[in-house]
T-cell receptor, first 117, second 117 residues
Framework: AQTVTQSQPEMSVQEAETVTLSCTYD???????LFWYKQPPSRQMILVIR??????QNATENRFSVNFQKAAKSFSLKISDSQLGDAAMYFC??????????????FGKGMKLTVNP | GAVVSQHPSWVICKSGTSVKIECRSL??????MFWYRQFPKQSLMLMAT?????????EQGVEKDKFLINHASLTLSTLTVTSAHPEDSSFYIC?????????????FGNGTRLTVT
């Protein structure tokens, strides 16, 4: 079974600074998907960024980028120019390749990010 | 973008009663929806996979007779917590994916906070 580990329960960053959230995972599969989700106090799960394992290029979405190290099974999220609205719980998630349209996400325990003004 | 609507957003019920939570995909069809449970300050734990027109698949340790899932159409799945007890108090979140786009990500509902008194 796949597992996702987020070893840092909490982090803080100054506004406008850069912060990196770590995530490691364990799998025997060669093709899969990785995600970072953000959960603000409203509890709505918001997709931040996704990475397909077969792609060597790291995904980027505006201020958000990942460092995907497949051999090391590491998937860290970098937030640049941190904003107050970035404060939230961040969850790293793993998904097996889609088979027949079915899928399920395996989540890490999450990390609480605080952004200080 | 795809939207998943979950209703109600919060509910308080007495011990022994049943509560139904609805999850609707508003602008796409989903043969599969997922129900998660989240305790305070914890991660999302998959409870079951809801399959349109067939029985749900429950994760290990989840009582299927207590958490009844019905997925009668391509846009609606319901989770009924039967004979609720205080320990069932939690945050329940559903998710679904657009069938048309092969690699589309999961979209989450806003969640339902259940309090059993």
């Amino acid at each position: 079974a796949q597992t996702v580990t987020q070893s840092q329960p909490e982090m803080s960053v100054q506004e406008a600074e850069t912060v990196t959230l770590s995530c490691t995972y364990d799998t025997s599969e060669s093709d899969y998907y990785l995600f970072w989700y953000k959960q603000p106090p409203s509890r709505q799960m918001i997709l931040v960024i996704r990475q397909e394992a077969y792609k060597q290029q790291n995904a980027t979405e505006n201020r958000f980028s990942v460092n995907f190290q497949k051999a090391a099974k590491s998937f860290s999220l970098k937030i640049s120019d941190s904003q107050l609205g970035d404060a939230a719980m961040y969850f790293c998630a793993y998904r097996s390749p889609t088979q027949g349209g079915s899928e399920k996400l395996v989540f890490g325990k999450g990390m609480k990010l605080t952004v200080n003004p | 973008g795809a939207v998943v609507s979950q209703h109600p957003s919060w509910v308080i019920c007495k011990s022994g009663t049943s509560v139904k939570i609805e999850c609707r995909s508003l602008d796409f069809q989903a043969t599969t929806m997922f129900w998660y449970r989240q305790f305070p300050k914890q991660s999302l734990m998959l409870m079951a996979t809801s399959n349109e027109g067939s029985k749900a698949t429950y994760e290990q340790g989840v009582e299927k007779d207590k958490f009844l899932i019905n997925h009668a159409s391509l846009t609606l799945s319901t989770l009924t917590v039967t004979s609720a007890h205080p320990e069932d108090s939690s945050f329940y979140i559903c998710s679904a994916r657009d069938l048309i786009w092969h690699n589309s990500p999961l979209h989450f509902g806003n969640g339902t906070r259940l309090t059993v008194t």
